[in-house]
């Protein structure tokens, strides 16, 4: 059975050309049926010819939805979703707000898909806030949840018991991890460290620990993102979001430093040509597009989103997340978790008669 995952086709910043690569290898590769939204005059030639050059392309699911408008990247997000009642991500969201479809992927505006998302599709019960997650690789096995990564730059304790819960379920829902292990992101790992959102933070979450979240580790540091410490680590949509940039802009530099070094002698060109085999399995390994895009959580449906500068790869990884997600009932967990905190929070604060 085939799972509808909808997806923008005017999202990335060379629109519509890795939507549609994108989509023609995911539909190869997975089983879905993809509904590509935007203008049909732009999107149907495109996606025709070529699905003309691909063989068995004109069997492959893949269907055009029109919009007539779509929302660009350097747009005011309040706007552009308050004026634009016909975009690609309105209509897209639509479809899975109706039930015609089971999640939906852009590469687009990440503050416009997040308050179309919100608007259309509504939140979980139990959920105050949406929270935007993203997965950062490691060489030691398992990648760790980072959340919130800028979907609510200010929140209370509450958001971020919330953005727990929520990460956990992701990251043994959809990546695997067994029992994952929680942190609260904060600049040392003792108690008293941290800013008065991280302390006051600290102790609702260890009342979870065991009942609630399987492992929660207490305070964890930048350095533990990467070195396999925690599966899930939790902080502010300002902390993450700068934490976030930060990751994208070192590796930038390590990519950039590494080939100029490759290429800077006889020597270190030959050795990289020795070794070009482990070079590609150690980017591949550290490639965010491997692991397509980020899903915002707490909303009803899938609603994975991508970079702006996304390629065919991670077009193909978003879609396949948005239907992991969709298949792993994901939003089920959610609120079932969310209801068992708040019965037992209830329970805990009752007065004995």
Not at 34 to 49: C, M, Y
Not at 81 to 86: A, E, H, I, L, Q
Not at 89 to 109: E, H, I, P, S, Y
Not at 142 to 170: E, F, K, R
Request: proline share 5%.
């Amino acid at each position: 059975m085939l799972t509808d995952i909808v997806l923008d086709g005017m999202g990335s910043d060379r629109a519509p050309e890795p939507e549609i690569r994108g989509a023609v290898q995911a539909a190869r590769q997975f089983p879905v049926r993809i509904h590509l939204v935007g203008p049909r005059e732009r999107l149907q030639p495109a996606l025709s010819q070529y699905l003309a050059q691909s063989p068995g392309g004109d069997r492959l699911p893949i269907h055009v939805v029109h919009a007539s408008e779509w929302i660009g990247m350097d747009e005011k997000a309040a706007q552009a979703v308050r004026s634009k009642k016909d975009s690609s991500m309105r209509v897209g969201l639509k479809l899975v707000r109706d039930g015609q479809a089971r999640g939906f992927v852009t590469a687009g505006n990440t503050g416009a898909a997040m308050a179309t998302a919100k608007m259309v599709l509504g939140t979980l019960e139990g959920v105050d806030r949406p929270s935007l997650a993203t997965v950062l690789p490691n060489g030691r096995g398992t990648p760790c949840v980072l959340l919130d990564v800028g979907a609510n730059v200010d929140s209370d304790p509450h958001n971020l018991v919330q953005s727990a819960l929520m990460g956990q379920i992701y990251a043994r829902n959809v990546l695997g991890v067994a029992k994952p292990r929680v942190g609260l992101l904060s600049i040392g790992e003792e108690d008293s460290k941290g800013n008065a959102l991280s302390r006051e933070t600290l102790p609702l979450l260890r009342a979870l620990h065991g009942e609630h979240l399987y492992h929660f580790l207490g305070n964890v540091e930048g350095r533990d993102l990467f070195n396999g410490h925690c599966d899930v680590a939790v902080c502010d949509g300002f902390v993450g979001n700068v934490a976030l940039k930060t990751i994208e802009g070192l590796g930038r530099m390590v990519s950039d430093s590494l080939k100029d070094t490759l290429k800077s002698t006889i020597t270190s060109q030959v050795g990289a040509l020795l070794s070009r085999r482990a070079f590609r399995n150690f980017k591949k390994k550290l490639d965010p597009s491997e692991f397509g895009g980020a899903p915002l959580l707490g909303v009803r449906g899938a609603c994975i989103i991508g970079h702006g500068s996304s390629n065919d790869c991670a077009i193909l990884n978003a879609i396949r997340v948005a239907s992991e997600f969709a298949e792993a009932d994901v939003n089920r967990h959610i609120e079932s978790a969310m209801r068992r905190v708040a019965a037992s929070t209830s329970l805990e604060a009752a007065p004995v008669s």
